[in-house]
């Protein structure tokens, strides 16, 4: 399949077999925690139709966000994508604060994605981060942020070939494990009218 065969879908029902599928075989949204996989396997088992649902959540409905050091804190606006190409490659979400392009010191980034590993390698991550911008931009950002570990040379291009450019070089806190890391800006154009 080529490039362009991928989109993003809102997540659905019909579609959450091929999520199912990827959690099972191993992937998962997280790149930091892989026990997500086994938490939302059990959300899902638990409610399909509210794990479908809390996959949107512009108004920070959804429960609490538990950090790695144990404490709580509130959820921030968010929503998930799900990348598509007939069946499901992956995940691509964003978060933001109300009235204002930055995010708490605990929030590494707006933007996260994962690629199921047997879908790489076909310019998935870097479409589906160009399908997400103009997203970004109607919720009224002005530019969004993202984090790569500095040897992450795939994720670094996925986000170069978006108009990302470096604009800090830092250590993660050791709860997000602690590696160089390379946090870019990328600016959203002004939609016309």
Known sequence: MSVESMDLVWPATEHLAGYVQALQQGWSPDNLRPQTALDELARIADDPEA????????????????????S????????TLWMWDGEFCGAIGLRW????TELPPHCLGHV??????WKRRRGYATRALALLLPHARAEGLSYVELTSDADNEPSRRVIEANGGMVVERFFKPKAYGGAESLRFRITLAETGT
Not at 97 to 100: A, P, V
């Open 51 to 70: 794990f479908v649902t809390a996959k949107v959540d512009r108004e920070a409905k959804g429960p609490t966000i538990t950090l790695p050091d144990g």
């Open 72 to 79: 709580q804190i509130p959820r921030l606006p968010s929503f």
């Open 97 to 100: 604060q109300r009235g204002t």
């Open 112 to 117: 996260g994605y994962s690629v199921v590993p």
